[in-house]
């Protein structure tokens, strides 16, 4: 041991002679300078100079005092005032920040700050101490405080020390905010002393504002503290309800309807209920209600009294006075509004009962009290026919329809010659070079038609009111008035007798005015019926009917052409045959049989073939035989010689044919249509469905009908199938194959019969849907 002492001894005393021995060569300033340049240069020496230059430091000793300067700023540095301190460039001061954050855990860099554990754990006391004093605190009032990033307090400070050092809970509602238990239970006191002491509804804010509890705090802690009441909602005009004056007005409300089966609204507005409605059904979940204006009337009250009521006053065929089995305070207006409302419920059938002044009459009790008026009418329609009055109508009306026809086809003439005129001037002044203007540029006149007197006022009136036909046409201003054989005061004098014995005679006008178009309607039908009845009048309108019948088929026919004509010449003629055997047979017959009616002859049968015609023609006079066996020859032609051959048959029978008029030929297709899309929504037969889904789908891409049988289903579609995509042509030949091997089954009760119909069922709805919905629009869309 001791030599060890020595040999320290003597290393120490080598040590201070080295300190006291003096150099033998100084190095100069400039010479060091060139030393470490050196060292730089070759990569043996790694220096960090000052900002100004004159000094230079080691990183590792940079860093070192980087820390030093962490720890003196109490674990939080700037970094641009360290690099101030030690006088050395901001980026190397960043750049030795990041690495001592990246290689200590317990350091981090924030925001060019760098802050220990030590300067955490400080202000996560601080925060504690805050939260203490005040109950509540909320990050984002740490962030401005501390000036730190929200998430790095949420995270690195409070959510790590919750429940160590920071003494409190977080919010379930809003994770950013945090409560100590004793400012929730501070709270919840506010709360239940405030709640406990209310005893009429009271608006939430006004509590809030009162105890100083925050809105979410209170719809929080609300449930907790169980209150002798409720919220109606966590709406900003909420109102807390105490369970005494909810109990208070439940209890009034369900007495009230226990005595009474109804509840009045206002009554339930006084009790300081705004929705009454939404009130009972709440109160009364289990209980269906009958809401009128005013009232809601329970369903005990309906099935057991009204409904009751009004099923025997159908059996014994009497009426019903509502007002003295509803309640007396129920208005007329009430009354009124709960027929209508268990008339619209289906609890009765509307068609046999009557409403009128909260009485409720049975249609049979209104039958026979108006069973007199019957005979009344009848003996009117005899006394019209006999003085004539009935005639004169007849022929006054026919004069104003021929006057309106005569003033339409001479107003349509003018437009007509006006049309022509205003196209001549257009012409002759069209363009700026050629033509009448001779190459220049020339101005017109306006070409608004003027028209004077009668016509102007007639195109005046008709631009507001197409339909009105004007008063003085035909000289007759009577004959836009339907003739009124039994008025009202008739009718009322009649039933006044049997009303007075039941108290009910203030109601004699309301019921003969309910009855008064009836019993006019039945006198005109009487009267047209004697008026028919005579030999002279049954002749003429038949003469009118058959040459109404001819004209409405010829122009059937002529419609007809313009479809089958966009078919292959080998298919329009089978069209053309299939049209004349149809339609052209019914013309031939219905005026063959005509002629035989004229020349007194008898037929049995009124579905003639050929022969037959050809035998009764040969019976009929000459005046008539001829273009009738010209008719019969022309049906197995062509279609004009066919409309030829009739036109003359026509002129032999004294009748006309009317003119082509090519403006109701629009009217006449969508009707046609529409008479096809109703029997498709009522047809069954998958065969007859295809037929005429066929028909309506050729009529709207063409906008032509056409005639033809089920043959022709398959050209039809072959026809309509380069305009329909290929989903729905996939979908008509689908469904069309199904249809034919459903034809070809022997037997419809098979296996394979009903698989069949199967699947047509399910292709049903969407062949219907097809034909019902397809447009034009559409057409000329994918065109």
């Known amino acids: 041991m001791s030599s060890v002492w020595d040999e320290i001894k003597r290393l120490a005393a080598d040590f201070q002679k080295a300190q006291l021995t003096s150099t033998l060569q100084k190095l100069s300033e400039r010479n060091c300078i060139e030393i470490v340049t050196l060292l730089l240069e070759k990569q043996l020496l790694d220096v960090v100079f000052t900002i100004d230059g004159k000094e230079y430091i080691t990183p590792d000793h940079l860093e070192r005092e980087i820390q030093d300067e962490l720890y003196a700023n109490g674990g939080r540095a700037n970094l641009v005032e360290v690099s101030k301190t030690l006088n050395v460039d901001l980026s190397r001061i960043v750049k030795l920040a ?89 709270c919840k006191a506010k709360m239940r002393g405030a709640l406990a002491a209310i005893t009429k509804p009271t608006n939430v804010a006004v509590i809030l504002q009162q105890i100083n509890v925050q809105e979410k705090i209170f719809h929080s802690l609300l449930d907790e503290i169980s209150p002798a009441g409720q919220v109606t909602s966590k709406q900003a005009n909420a109102q807390y309800v105490p369970h005494i004056y909810a109990k208070t007005q439940s209890d009034w409300v369900n007495s009230f309807y226990k005595q009474n089966s109804f509840l009045e609204y206002e009554a339930i507005n006084k009790l ?68 209508e409302a268990i008339m619209s419920q289906k609890h009765c059938n509307p068609s046999h009962f009557v409403f009128l002044d909260s009485i409720v009459f049975s249609q049979a009790f209104l039958t026979q009290l108006v069973q007199p008026c019957q005979e009344m009418a009848q003996a009117q329609a ?14 006054e009306k026919t004069l104003a329809q021929k006057g309106n026809t005569a003033a339409s086809a001479s107003h349509d003439a003018d ?50 009111e197409d339909d009105i036909v004007p008063s003085n046409v035909g000289g007759n201003r009577k004959s836009g008035k339907p003739l009124e054989l039994v008025k009202t005061a008739d009718i009322t004098n009649l039933i006044k007798v049997t009303l007075e014995e039941e108290g009910l005679e203030h109601l004699a006008k309301p019921i003969a005015a309910l009855y008064l178009n009836q019993l006019n309607q039945t006198a005109l039908a009487k009267a047209q019926e004697l008026y028919e009845a005579t030999p002279q009048t049954n002749r003429r309108q038949t003469h009118a009917a058959i040459q109404e019948r001819v004209n409405t088929l010829l122009v059937d026919i ?40 004229e020349c007194s002859l008898s037929v049995k049968s009124t579905n003639l073939n050929v022969d037959q015609r050809i035998k009764l023609v040969q019976e009929c006079d000459v005046m008539y035989r001829n273009a009738l ?137 969407e062949v219907v849907d097809l034909a019902q919905n397809y447009s034009r629009a559409s057409v000329s869309k994918a065109d």
Not at 127 to 148: M, P, W
Not at 561 to 583: A, C, I, M, N, R
Not at 690 to 715: D, E, M, N, P
């Open 558 to 597: 002529r419609l007809y052409e313009k479809g089958l004509k966009l078919f292959p010449s080998d298919t329009q003629t089978q069209l053309v045959k299939y049209l004349l055997k149809s339609l052209g047979n019914d013309i031939c017959n219905e005026l063959t049989l005509y002629v035989a009616a």
């Open 629 to 765: 066996l010209e008719q019969n020859k022309a049906i197995n032609k062509s279609i004009d010689e066919f409309e030829l051959a009739t036109e003359t048959v026509l002129k032999a029978c004294s009748m006309i044919v009317k003119k082509v008029d090519k403006k109701k030929d629009r009217l006449l297709i969508v009707n046609h249509k529409e008479k096809l899309l109703q029997q498709l929504l009522e047809c069954n037969e998958p065969a007859l469905l295809l037929h005429l889904a066929a028909l309506i789908l050729f009529t709207t891409i063409t906008g032509c009908i056409l005639h033809a049988s089920g043959k022709f289903v398959s050209a039809i579609l072959q026809h309509i199938r380069c305009t329909l995509n290929e989903p729905q042509n996939a979908l008509l030949l689908r469904y069309h194959d199904l249809v034919l091997q459903l034809l070809q089954q022997a037997s419809p009760d098979s296996a394979e019969s009903k698989s069949v119909n199967e699947q047509l069922q399910l292709l049903q709805t």
């Open 98 to 186: 990041e690495h001592i954050a990246a290689e200590n855990p317990q350091i981090h860099l924030m925001l060019g700050q760098l802050i220990d554990e030590d300067y955490i754990t400080h202000i996560a006391h601080e925060i504690n101490e805050k939260l203490a004093q005040r109950g509540e605190i909320s990050i984002s009032d740490l962030t401005s405080h501390f000036d730190l990033p929200s998430e790095f307090l949420q995270h690195n400070v409070v959510e790590k020390h919750l429940g160590k050092i920071i003494k409190g809970r977080r919010d379930a509602t809003n994770p950013r905010v945090f409560f100590t238990q004793a400012y929730i239970q501070r």
């Open 382 to 395: 005899k006394t019209a026919i006999d003085t004539g009055v009935y005639q004169q109508y007849i022929v």
């Open 415 to 464: 437009d007509e010659k006006l049309d022509k005129r205003d196209e001549r001037r257009k012409k002759a002044t069209s363009g700026k070079a050629g033509g009448g203007s001779q190459g220049r540029e020339t101005k017109t006149k306006s070409t608004k038609k003027h028209q004077r007197g009668r016509g102007a006022a007639h195109n005046h009136e008709s631009e507001d």
């Open 272 to 339: 300081g209920i705004s929705d009454a409605k939404a009130y009972i059904r709440k109160q009364f979940p289990n209980e269906q209600f009958l809401f009128l204006k005013r009232v809601a009337l329970g369903a005990r009250l309906i099935e057991l009294t009204v409904v009751a009521a009004l099923n025997e006053c159908n059996a014994t065929k009497q009426y019903l006075d509502l007002s003295t089995i509803l309640p007396s305070n129920l208005s007329e207006e009430d009354i009124a509004e709960a027929f």
